[in-house]
């Protein structure tokens, strides 16, 4: 997880675009979004009735990656938001990067 966000942001997440939709919600939590279409998606961050601020997710398959035998699919995410009012963000972010986290061992 980062401290500080820009305005734009490219993550490589290993999965794929299903499984990616399906953890969306989770993660998203309780802010209002949608579903632009079958690759992205929009986020809105703060109070809507003053001016929101607002994040969109965009995603493409990408090389799957290589270990010795296995091969695990990837994507490209990039993030888009709407100002640079950090505060918001970074909040947002907190959270889901916590829900969106795979680990093993």
Known sequence: MLN??????????????ADWRA?????????V????DENS???VLGDESALPHVLVMNWSIIDPVQIALLR???MEVS??????????LYSFMKRF??????GGG
């Open 41 to 43: 998606a929009r986020v």
């Open 79 to 88: 993030f888009q938001y709407s100002t640079n009012a950090n505060n918001a």
């Open 72 to 74: 695990l699919p990837r």
């Open 23 to 31: 953890r969306l919600p989770d993660a998203i939590g309780e802010h």
């Open 97 to 102: 990067d916590l829900h969106m986290q795979r």
């Open 4 to 17: 500080d966000y820009s305005s734009s942001f490219v993550r490589l997440v290993v999965g794929t675009p």
């Open 33 to 36: 979004w949608e579903f632009v």
